[in-house]
C-alpha cells in the first residue's frame, strides 16, 4: 500500500518526516534509502546541466551496481563508469559494464595484470597514469601479454598561489614542462596507448561556494572566478601537445558535480565526470550554480529519552572522509529542527538528538540523516531500500553488500 501521505506530501521534493516514517514503519533499523523519485529529478537536472557534453558516471560516488546500472541504462549521454581502482574496475567489467576510466593510478602487478586481461578480452579499460614508473610497470606487464593498454593521463588542475595551493594534490605533470617530459616518456613504452587525457578542477568542483563554515564564500568565489580561465588554458595546451605528438584521444574528462556550468563551456571537454549530484548528500547543498535534491540518507532509531528534548538513537557516527571538520559529520535531515548536540555528534554506538519541535516522537522512531558524501555511506550499509511514490519499491545491495570493500 502506498502511504497515504504520499498524495499529500509525496509529490513535492520536500518529503516530510512522516512521509518517511509511515513508509518504514516495518523496516529494521539502522538502514540506508534512495529517494528514487528525488534519484530521477537530480538525474535529469544533472542531464540538463551536462549541455552538450557526455556524462561519465563516478561510481565511487554511487557505490551500487544497480544504480549504476539504473543511470547507464537510461541516456545515450551517459558514456560509461569512473572507477575508483583497477579491482572495481574489472568487477564491473565481468558485471557487463564496459568503457571504465580508472581515474586513480595503481601500482599492483595483480590488479594491473586483473585489468589486462580483461582488455585481451575485449573490454575497454583505461588506467590512470602521470609518472613513468606507472608507463613502465603497465608497459612491461602489457608486453607479457602481448598488449597495448589504453591509458590516461591525468592533468593536475590545482594553481599554486603564494602561501595558497588551490586545489588538491594528485598529478605531477600540471604545466608545458611536464607534459612534455611525460610524452617524452611514453615514447619508450610501446605497449602503452594514450587515449584519454583527465583534469580534475577539484578547487571548482568540490568546493562549495555558498558554505556558512570555513573561508569566507566571497573568497572562494574570487579564487574560483580567476583560476576557470587558467584550467581551461591548460587543459587546451595539453590536449594540442598530445595531438601534436601523434596520440589520438577518446576523451577528454572534466570536472564534477560542482563545476559542470563551467567545464561544459570548455571545447576541448568531451565528457564531465559526475558522481555525487545523484545522491545529493550535504557537501553538495553549498553550491551557488545548481541545487539538487537529498535522494539519499540514513536512519537510526529513538532508543532513549534522557530528557524533555533529548532523543538518544542507536549509532549514526558515519562522519566522511577528507579534512576532518563539522562538514563531514552526518546532518540530521529529518525532522525538521532537530540537531545533534555539539559535545558527543553523531556517535559510534550512540547519537543524542535533540528536539522541540511539533512532530511526537516516540522510542521506536527513526531520525533521518544525511551523510556528508555520496557514495561513503554505502560503506556502512549492506543494502539500500529504493523508494517511489509512497512505496517501498525494491531492496538492492550496495558493493558491500556485495561482498566488495575496493578502498
Ligand atoms: C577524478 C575525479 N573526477 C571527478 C570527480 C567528481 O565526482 P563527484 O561528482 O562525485 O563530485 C572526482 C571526485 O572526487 C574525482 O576524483
Request: proline share 4%; net charge positive.
Given at each position: 500500500?502506498?502511504?497515504?501521505?504520499?498524495?499529500?506530501?509525496?509529490?513535492?521534493?520536500?518529503?516530510?518526516?512522516?512521509?518517511?516514517?509511515?513508509?518504514?514503519?516495518?523496516?529494521?533499523?539502522?538502514?540506508?534509502?534512495?529517494?528514487?523519485?528525488?534519484?530521477?529529478?537530480?538525474?535529469?537536472?544533472?542531464?540538463?546541466?551536462?549541455?552538450?557534453?557526455?556524462?561519465?558516471?563516478?561510481?565511487?560516488?554511487?557505490?551500487?551496481?544497480?544504480?549504476?546500472?539504473?543511470?547507464?541504462?537510461?541516456?545515450?549521454?551517459?558514456q560509461g563508469l569512473m572507477c575508483y581502482s583497477p579491482r572495481e574496475a574489472v568487477y564491473l567489467s565481468k558485471k557487463g559494464f564496459d568503457d571504465l576510466l580508472v581515474a586513480y593510478p595503481s601500482m599492483d602487478a595483480k590488479d594491473i595484470d586483473d585489468v589486462l586481461r580483461q582488455t585481451s578480452e575485449g573490454k575497454r579499460i583505461y588506467l590512470m597514469t602521470d609518472h613513468e614508473q606507472h608507463l613502465l610497470k603497465i608497459d612491461k606487464q602489457a608486453r607479457a601479454r602481448g598488449l597495448r593498454q589504453p591509458v590516461c593521463l591525468d592533468l593536475d588542475m590545482s594553481i599554486s598561489y603564494p602561501g595558497l595551493h588551490f586545489g588538491v594534490h594528485r598529478s605531477k605533470v600540471n604545466n608545458k614542462k611536464s607534459t612534455k617530459q611525460y610524452l617524452n616518456a611514453l615514447a619508450k613504452y610501446p605497449n602503452v596507448a594514450l587515449k584519454g587525457l583527465m583534469g580534475y578542477e577539484a578547487q571548482i568542483a568540490g568546493l562549495g561556494d555558498k558554505a556558512s563554515f570555513g573561508v569566507k564564500n566571497s573568497v572562494i568565489r574570487r579564487l574560483k572566478k580567476r583560476a576557470i580561465p587558467e584550467i581551461a588554458k591548460r587543459r587546451e595546451q595539453t590536449v594540442e601537445m598530445i595531438r601534436a605528438a601523434g596520440h589520438k584521444l577518446d576523451f577528454v574528462n572534466g570536472g564534477g558535480t560542482g563545476s559542470?556550468?563551467?567545464?561544459?563551456?570548455?571545447?576541448?571537454?568531451?565528457?564531465?565526470?559526475?558522481?555525487?549530484?545523484?545522491?545529493?548528500?550535504?557537501?553538495?547543498?553549498?553550491?551557488?550554480?545548481?541545487?539538487?535534491?537529498?535522494?539519499?540518507?540514513?536512519?537510526?532509531?529513538?532508543?532513549?529519552?534522557?530528557?524533555r528534548n533529548t532523543y538518544t538513537c542507536a549509532g549514526g557516527g558515519f562522519p566522511a572522509s577528507g579534512s576532518p571538520g563539522i562538514d563531514k559529520a552526518p546532518a540530521i535531515y529529518l525532522p525538521r529542527g532537530a540537531k545533534l548536540t555539539d559535545n558527543e555528534g553523531a556517535g559510534e554506538v550512540q547519537t543524542p538528538v535533540l528536539y522541540k519541535g511539533p512532530q511526537e516522537l516516540s522510542l521506536g522512531d527513526p531520525i533521518f540523516l544525511r551523510h556528508a558524501k555520496a557514495g561513503e555511506l554505502c560503506e556502512r550499509f549492506n543494502e539500500l531500500h529504493l523508494v517511489s511514490k509512497g512505496k517501498v519499491i525494491k531492496t538492492v545491495p550496495t558493493y558491500r553488500g556485495e561482498g566488495q570493500c575496493f578502498l
Open positions: 500500500m502506498p502511504s497515504r501521505f504520499w498524495n499529500e506530501l509525496g509529490s513535492s521534493s520536500m518529503k516530510s518526516y512522516n512521509y518517511y516514517r509511515h513508509l518504514f514503519q516495518d523496516y529494521a533499523k539502522p538502514f540506508a534509502f534512495v529517494d528514487m523519485d528525488l534519484f530521477a529529478r537530480n538525474r535529469e537536472d544533472i542531464l540538463a546541466r551536462a549541455g552538450s557534453k557526455k556524462i561519465r558516471i563516478a561510481s565511487k560516488s554511487v557505490r551500487c551496481t544497480f544504480l549504476l546500472r539504473e543511470l547507464i541504462n537510461s541516456s545515450v549521454t551517459f559542470m556550468e563551467t567545464t561544459r563551456t570548455e571545447q576541448y571537454v568531451t565528457e564531465i565526470a559526475v558522481g555525487s549530484g545523484f545522491y545529493s548528500p550535504t557537501l553538495f547543498d553549498y553550491y551557488d550554480n545548481f541545487k539538487h535534491q537529498p535522494a539519499c540518507a540514513f536512519a537510526i532509531e529513538i532508543v532513549r529519552k534522557p530528557n
